[in-house]
Nanobody, 124 residues
Framework: QVTLVESGGGLVQAGASLRLSCAAS????????MGWFRQAPGKERELLAAISWSSGSTYYTDSVKGRFTISRVNAKNTVYLQMNSLKPEDTAVYYCAKGNTPVIITSTSGFDSWGQGTQVTVSS
């Protein structure tokens, strides 16, 4: 069983940066891909970024490419999402998720544990 706890969300102005952190407990963290999702009101949860167990591969959805960076430190059981040039449309609850394989699967079915989420609000 893995517990994921996100932190780092908040209210910022457009153009600002935030770094989200996700602390994981459990022995499977370093053997699993990790991902960041977000869900805005009235919208489906979407995968933003993912990283393989070794950090050798990353994935970004088009809307965040060049602005967001995912990284992980396996020794700290932590995954990060650096978010730059934030836009009002980035406003959502952001979730960390553990993959069910070491490699990236770019769909919700590729993840089996979720954090409670952290709110990110970007004002214009």
């Amino acid at each position: 069983q893995v517990t994921l706890v996100e932190s780092g969300g908040g209210l910022v102005q457009a153009g600002a940066s935030l770094r989200l952190s996700c602390a994981a407990s459990g022995r499977t963290f370093s053997r699993s891909a990790m991902g960041w999702f977000r869900q805005a009101p009235g919208k489906e949860r979407e995968l933003l970024a993912a990283i393989s167990w070794s950090s050798g591969s990353t994935y970004y959805t088009d809307s965040v490419k060049g602005r967001f960076t995912i990284s992980r430190v396996n020794a700290k059981n932590t995954v990060y999402l650096q978010m730059n040039s934030l836009k009002p449309e980035d406003t959502a609850v952001y979730y960390c998720a553990k993959g069910n394989t070491p490699v990236i699967i770019t769909s919700t079915s590729g993840f089996d544990s979720w954090g409670q989420g952290t709110q990110v609000t970007v004002s214009s």
